[in-house]
């Protein structure tokens, strides 16, 4: 089964400053403001939703194709991700831009500034779907994730003109779209995935009851944080799996991520709902106890370990005989 995924990609400048911002930031001097911050500690992380999940994917055996669009600074991070098993030759660079960028500097009272540069992302909506299908000999599957606004809305477009299935995943971007795109990005899909806060918002914002957006979608899947998650269809809830508890969440980041990359895999090695989500749970509470989204390589004999103690062994037979993981 061939899955595309598009989404953001992204480089993230972590800076830790030994200092306090307040004892910087004068009263008398607000109005032209000029600081420098000497930090002691610099991190790059590759990141962008797209680029994890199917980071995600490859850790598990699954090559997936990423759609989203970079700058030329990007051969670094092309590498490590060809490297780890993704498919990046569909990946569009821009002649101008530099890659999305998330700089941030945290203080000694985890106080933040930080800055968000579009760049290139801005590009995606110069991807063309239809043409990646051709040259990819068919996708089967193709999840729309947090993006520049207008290629989410296109790639949903040409999904749906091409028959192309497709799984809404709108996360961050639901915040900043309207209740009309929102449905546009929603409606026929065969998969929807939220966060608990997510799933509230879209409803609010649709003005769709959640029957009515059950009635929309293929299948819900609806992610509870701690609490694990449930998946949903017209005929009621089809999955309701617990989280694996984590050993300490070091970094909250790409939890979500995660999930998506382990359920998908399980999805398209044939397996049902529940084991896939068990799949997705256990890879997500992985990326929680690791610094960083990418930063992570999956054993897969402590994966299925793993899964045998949150969930049986059954559940570790199954993923490791249809994912083909040696124990
Ligand atoms: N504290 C936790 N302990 C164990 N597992 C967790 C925890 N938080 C999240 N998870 C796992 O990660 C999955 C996704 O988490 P969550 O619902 O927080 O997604 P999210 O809010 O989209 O996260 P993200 O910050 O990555 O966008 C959960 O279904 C669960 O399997
Ligand atoms: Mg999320």
């Known amino acids: ?68 669009a970079v700058g030329p600074d990007f051969a670094e991070y092309r590498a490590a991700l060809d490297e780890a098993g993704v498919d990046t030759s569909h990946v569009r660079v821009s002649a101008t831009q530099h890659t999305a960028r998330f700089t941030c500097t945290t203080d000694q009272d985890a106080n933040q500034i930080a800055s968000f540069y579009t760049g290139a992302m801005a590009e995606a909506r110069e991807l063309d779907l239809a043409a990646i299908h051709a040259a990819a000999g068919g996708i089967d599957l193709v999840l729309i994730g947090a993006d520049d606004p207008d290629g989410m809305l296109r790639h949903t477009r040409t999904a749906r003109a091409q028959g192309i299935a497709f799984a809404a995943d709108p996360s961050q971007q639901l915040a900043r779209m309207d209740g009309e795109q929102i449905r546009e990005l929603v409606e026929g899909a065969e998969y929807l995935f939220t966060n608990e806060y997510e799933s509230g918002l879209l409803c609010q914002k649709t003005g769709w009851s959640p029957a009515e957006v059950i009635d929309r979608v293929g299948v819900r899947v609806t992610t509870h944080g701690g609490d694990g998650v449930v998946v949903e269809n017209a005929g009621g809830i089809v999955a309701k799996v617990p989280a694996v508890t984590a050993s300490a969440v070091v970094d909250p980041t790409g939890g979500g991520d995660a999930f998506r990359a382990g359920y998908l895999t399980g999805r398209a090695a044939g397996l049902d709902h529940e084991p896939a989500a068990q799949i997705g749970c256990t890879l997500a509470t992985t990326v929680l106890e690791t610094v960083g989204t990418q930063e992570y390589t999956l054993d897969h004999r402590s994966f299925l370990d793993r899964l045998t103690t949150a969930y049986g062994p059954e559940a570790a037979t199954s993923a490791a005989t249809a994912l083909n993981l040696t124990h």
């Open 1 to 68: 089964m061939q899955i595309a995924v598009a989404g953001s990609i992204a480089t993230d400048i972590l800076m830790t400053f030994p200092g306090r911002f307040k004892e910087q930031f004068l009263e008398e001097q607000m109005h032209k403001v000029s600081l420098s911050f000497l930090v002691d500690e610099l991190v790059v992380h590759r990141g962008g939703v797209g680029a994890n999940i199917c980071y995600g994917m490859a850790q598990l055996g699954h090559r997936s194709l990423l759609v989203g």
